[in-house]
């Protein structure tokens, strides 16, 4: 079990706000993402298997 915070948000609910799908709604959000790749990162597994 992870560490335990006073206002623990679920995990589901996390990942709507701030997960992958949610983040290539919004113009912003795909942004973000573009400037993720641009630094290296990998951000789901569909970005690995190409």
Same mark, same amino acid.
């Given at each position: 079990?992870?560490?335990?915070?006073? +206002?623990?948000?679920?995990?589901?609910?996390?990942?709507? +706000?701030?997960?992958?799908?949610?983040?290539?709604?919004?113009?912003?959000?795909?942004?973000?993402?573009?400037?993720?790749?641009?630094?290296?990162?990998?951000?789901?597994?569909?970005? +690995?298997?190409?």
């Amino acid at each position: 079990m992870g560490m335990h915070y006073e +206002k623990r948000i679920s995990r589901i609910k996390r990942k709507r +706000k701030c997960g992958f799908r949610a983040r290539m709604k919004t113009k912003a959000g795909r942004k973000i993402m573009n400037a993720k790749r641009r630094a290296g990162r990998s951000l789901n597994v569909a970005d +690995k298997m190409q």
